[in-house]
């Protein structure tokens, strides 16, 4: 069962890095489309526009895969945005957009990064009881079993010795009291 969930747990930390290698080439390219709006941005236009693009909060839902709850993303709220159209430029939209989508991009590579690492070390944790379970616990066991067998098979063969004295024994009293007749020989009494 640890060696299924083993595997499990391996199979998903390679789909999660993948899926952070993904996460971070998106992040790349939405701030490779933001890097025209850096000259400008200092210009504010009387808009905090790096504010309005901090996420207010990242939803995330918790996921049991492969028994660990790790967090999932769902998505990333921002504050409302609340300027006059007509009193700021229009490439203040443009660059609350964008900025907004890497903001959005990065709190999913940070969930992502936070489900990896979690999965590592479950994956970590099971890696040391199946080594554990393998190196140490089987090997004693089987030694032990091992052991038992050869108590088992010497009392048995003390046994099988202690019915043939008893038996040489009871063959022996017989002798002495019935004198080596047969049992067709015995005494009425005897017999009864």
């Not at 992502?112 to 393998?134: A, P, S």
Request: glycine content about 6%; overall charge positive; hydrophobic content about 45%.
């Amino acid at each position: 069962m640890l060696k299924l969930k083993q595997q499990q747990l391996q199979m998903m930390v390679r789909e999660v890095a993948l899926a952070c290698r993904r996460a971070s080439e998106a992040v790349q390219k939405a701030r490779e489309i933001f890097e025209p709006y850096k000259a400008i941005l200092a210009d504010r236009a009387g808009v905090n526009v790096q504010e309005l693009a901090k996420p207010v909060e990242v939803l995330k839902d918790p996921e049991n895969i492969a028994g660990v709850v790790v967090p999932v993303f769902r998505g990333v709220e921002f504050p409302p945005v609340s300027y006059s159209l007509f009193a700021t430029p229009p490439w203040v939209d443009g660059a609350l957009r964008d900025l907004r989508a890497i903001s959005s991009k990065q709190a999913e590579l940070e969930v992502r990064q936070e489900e990896h690492n979690l999965l590592l070390r479950e994956l970590t944790k099971i890696v040391q009881r199946v080594n554990l379970f393998e190196k140490l616990m089987i090997p004693d066991a089987r030694e032990a079993i091992r052991r038992i067998r050869i108590a088992l098979g010497d009392e048995m063969t003390a046994a099988v010795g202690r019915a043939k004295i008893a038996k040489g024994k009871i063959l022996k009293s017989e002798e002495t009291i019935y004198g080596g007749k047969d049992d067709g020989d015995k005494p009425a009494e005897a017999n009864a």
